[in-house]
T-cell receptor, first 111, second 112 residues
């Protein structure tokens, strides 16, 4: 059981570039989440999904898009990268006991 | 507005000593309260989960308490170890259990 995996671990983007942050879980969890963590701040919810084909906005969705074509994968898309999107991004999945399992994170810098 | 406030912001203790971290929240009603440990450069890992009806929950040297009346929780770490150096995050779930409100965390440094 690998749990929740994220790629890449690090990435530097130029302003206006686009990229996809990958997230995969092998625990067959229906619920999946994307958070961002800025220095000295609590995690903020970007998007979440309650199952394949269903996604919804969280607290800070602007500038991001998601899709959920399978139970396992929940990619996060940045279309036009901005310096304000410099952050650490965490993907998580949730089991039936409301326990969330986090991936190792992707550290993104936009210059 | 639903908020989770943690104190202190940072803490330095000697190895072997005990410490207590505090969490105050305004989320109401809420489903559960969790404490996570986040090592530098890693994702958060769950330590304890308590429902509104529970007063205490232990996980090895970690003991969490909850007072739902005063909306306060604490995390007590006994006989600290160097590996306890990390950020400890208090997280409160709304009544539906779908929305998590994260505190900013307390950074604990354990020195030898």
């Amino acid at each position: 059981n690998a749990g929740v995996t994220q790629t890449p671990k690090f990435r530097i983007l130029k302003i206006g570039q686009s990229m996809t942050l990958q997230c995969t879980q092998d625990m067959n969890h229906n619920y999946m989440y994307w958070y961002r963590q800025d220095p000295g701040m609590g995690l903020k919810l970007i998007y979440y999904s309650v199952g394949a084909g269903i996604t919804d906005k969280g607290e800070v969705p602007n500038g991001y898009n998601v899709s959920r074509s399978t139970t396992e994968d929940f990619p996060l898309r940045l279309e036009l990268a901005a310096p304000s999107q410099t952050s650490v991004y965490f993907c998580a999945s949730r089991d039936g006991y409301n326990e969330q399992f986090f991936g190792p994170g992707t550290r993104l810098t936009v210059l | 507005k639903n908020q989770v406030e943690q104190s202190p912001q940072s803490l330095i203790i000697l190895e072997g000593k005990n410490c207590t971290l505090q969490c105050n929240y305004t989320v109401s009603p809420f489903s559960n309260l969790r404490w996570y440990k986040q090592d530098t450069g890693r994702g958060p890992v769950s330590l304890t989960i308590m429902t509104f009806s529970e007063n205490t929950k232990s996980n090895g040297r970690y003991t969490a308490t909850l007072d739902a009346d005063t909306k306060q929780s604490s995390l007590h770490i006994t006989a600290s170890q160097l590996s306890d150096s990390a950020s400890y995050i208090c997280v409160v779930s709304d009544q539906a259990g779908t929305a998590l409100i994260f505190g900013k965390g307390t950074t604990l440094s354990v020195s030898s």
